[in-house]
């Protein structure tokens, strides 16, 4: 029989978190576009004067966005009606609800899309597991209570299995690792010791109840020493794996269908609504831009073996893969099978991209457009050849940063000196960001089988396979279409040129940049009919997107905002707004 995510999610009420991130805005995306759920509960925060409505409505003026509103202006469909936003925080106790709101989520919902993370790569233990571990119980508990709930998707990473061998081949499953807590002031001989003995032994829960307990810095030092002997690079990787566990053992319903998504590294959007874009300087964009700004300065200082295959995937792929699994997990829970699936959003195994590649791709686009800020003396080193074979060396590695560094610090000294500190923070962020992921100890290529997305796709009707493209293959885009269209949406929207880029004639799609809705475009005339109010959605009175009542915000909703508060928390769209602030990609 074939499968049909759209019937599937027909008539669903979905809990989003994480919907303000980067994924989660596109999943949200896609969710209105392209399915007829009921509903929509997005958990967010509050933050500094914005409520968490408008923060909301802030994010559905975004050009993300821009397909919806045009349905909306012409009469065909408001489908912003379906998003509710319900203000609460992972950190606090009931995930911070008020009793309306919670009782509506229990009441309603039939799945929840939990993509809210800190992925911050190198965090201190203790912040991780406070967001990770801790945040994603608190969305289990709340997910027990929820009377109608039939998949709970969890979006993991596929850092959970970095600690496996070069170039493993990675099956959609969960690898199990010893758990031994170290006793405190342990040395790294002293713990291995003990661990091979046996007498450190303990379950996740205990672990990380017992990493919390400790003062931060000697927490900091003990989580070393396990993940060394676990070989895992980052504390976001172990924490995460520590997640999957958590979610897997959780006594839900049932009924309830578990769902992990591990996406790889999530980058600019494939396809529709807005092929290019890209929100913020984390990963992928922020290596990326680092290499554009000059930071590289010679091809032996890149901290990965010319065999590292680059495992991108477009963030469009990921969120089609989340709402397939999703659906998939709802049909699994009414034919009364529901089980645990995992899926990999990934392309090592699917579309694999040698690092030779990346560097050849970038190198070829930043020559023929440069970027408005990159540093003096700049060239952009590739590969010599597809078979030269380099290996990392320490020593470029070290010189080129110091270069590197030092020039930062004198072009942010001109730049402040001239009034631009924007562009001198510009600089500081993309030097962090590169010198993170150029890092020796994320060398870590390894291959995940997309054997769970690929039955999905054979399962799928014709028409539902061109919606939700779920697994990221070279029949859909190249590599250097990609990767063209990727550079392009990083200039226009991340170093705002005004210009645009220059791109062969065969590149297809071209790279167009679309303007966030104004607060005048989504306001009706005053002499507008009921009728017109009626089909449109858009009225002076009525607000766009429903709230509860105990939110104290305007009542004027989506349609008078203010275009002083849409930009003060909008990603880059357009000359004039400014770029996502990090800590948006997180909730």
Same mark, same amino acid.
């Given at each position: 029989m074939a499968f049909s995510p759209r019937e599937a999610l027909a008539g669903a009420t979905v809990l989003l978190t994480g919907g303000l991130g980067f994924l989660g805005s596109v999943c949200l995306e896609q969710l209105l576009r392209l399915t007829e759920v009921e509903k929509v509960y997005l958990l967010v925060r509050g933050k500094k004067h914005l409520t968490a409505a408008q923060r909301v409505e802030n994010m559905l003026c975004l050009p993300l966005f821009h397909l919806l509103h045009d349905d909306a202006r012409s009469g065909k469909r408001n489908v912003f009606t379906k998003v509710q936003a319900v203000e609460g925080d992972l950190a606090l106790p009931g995930l911070g609800l008020s009793a309306e709101d919670a009782a509506a989520v229990r009441n309603e919902v039939t799945v929840i899309i939990h993509c809210a993370a800190d992925i911050e790569l190198d965090a201190p233990?203790?912040?991780?597991?406070k967001a990770n571990y801790l945040g994603t119980r608190a969305v289990l508990e709340l997910a027990a209570e929820c009377q109608k709930l039939r998949v709970f998707l969890h979006t993991s990473t596929y850092f959970v299995n970095s600690h496996l061998p070069r170039h493993a081949l990675v099956n959609e499953k969960i690898y199990r690792l010893p758990?031994?807590?170290?006793?405190?002031?342990?040395?790294?001989?002293?713990? +291995?010791?003990?661990a091979d003995a046996g007498k450190l032994a303990t379950t996740h829960a205990e672990f990380v109840t017992a990493m919390l307990e400790r003062p931060a810095e000697e927490a900091d030092q003990d989580i070393l020493l396990v993940m060394n002997r676990l070989n895992f690079a980052s504390s976001y990787a172990f924490g995460k794996y520590l997640t999957e566990l958590s979610v897997e053992e959780y006594p839900?319903?049932?009924?309830v269908s578990k769902v992990f998504v591990r996406p790889s590294l999530i980058c600019s959007l494939a396809g529709a609504p807005y092929p290019g874009y890209v929100a913020g300087y984390g990963g992928p964009a922020g290596y990326t831009m680092g290499y554009a700004a000059g930071f590289f300065s010679h091809i032996t200082s890149v901290a990965y073996g010319s065999d590292y295959i680059m495992d991108l995937i477009p963030a469009d792929v990921v969120a089609a893969l989340v709402l397939a699994a999703a659906a998939a997990g709802l049909v699994s829970s009414s034919s009364g099978t529901p089980a645990l699936a995992i899926y990999h959003a990934a392309s090592a195994e699917s579309h694999p991209c040698p690092l030779k590649l990346v560097f050849d791709i970038m190198g070829k686009f930043w020559e023929k457009n440069p970027p408005p800020l990159r540093l003096p003396l700049t060239w952009y080193p590739t590969f010599k050849s597809i078979d030269e074979r380099l290996e990392p060396s320490a020593v470029y590695m070290t010189i080129g940063r110091r270069v590197t560094l030092t020039k930062i610090w004198g072009v942010s000294c001109v730049l402040s000196a001239?009034?631009?500190?924007?562009?001198?923070?510009?600089?500081s962020n993309a030097y962090k960001a590169f010198c993170v992921y150029? +890092?020796?100890?994320y060398d870590r290529s390894i291959?995940?089988?997309?054997?769970?997305?690929?039955?999905?796709?054979?399962?799928?009707?014709?028409?539902d396979r061109q919606l939700f493209p779920v697994v990221w293959e070279? +029949?859909?885009? +190249?590599w250097e279409n990609y990767g063209c269209l990727t550079g392009s949406g990083i200039r226009k929207l991340l170093f705002r040129t005004k210009e645009d880029s220059v791109v062969p004639d065969c590149v297809t799609p071209k790279f167009q940049a679309w303007p966030a809705a104004e607060p005048k475009v989504l306001r009706l005339s005053?002499?507008?009919? @009921?009728? @017109?109010?009626?089909?449109?959605?858009w009225s002076s009175g009525v607000d766009a997107i429903p709230h509860s009542k105990g939110d104290q915000r305007r009542p004027e909703g989506i349609v008078n905002l203010t275009a002083k508060a849409m930009c003060e928390d909008s990603p880059v769209s357009n000359e004039g707004r400014r770029p996502l602030p990090h800590d948006m990609l997180l909730n």
């Open positions: 233990i203790q912040k991780t597991l758990l031994d807590l170290p006793k405190a002031g342990m040395t790294d001989a002293e713990y +291995s010791a003990a839900l319903p049932g009924r001239l009034g631009k500190p924007r562009e001198a923070r510009l600089l150029n +890092s020796r100890r291959t995940c089988a997309v054997d769970g997305a690929r039955t999905l796709q054979a399962q799928m009707t014709p028409e070279e +029949s859909i885009m +190249s005053a002499h507008a009919t @009921d009728a @017109d109010m009626a089909v449109t959605g």
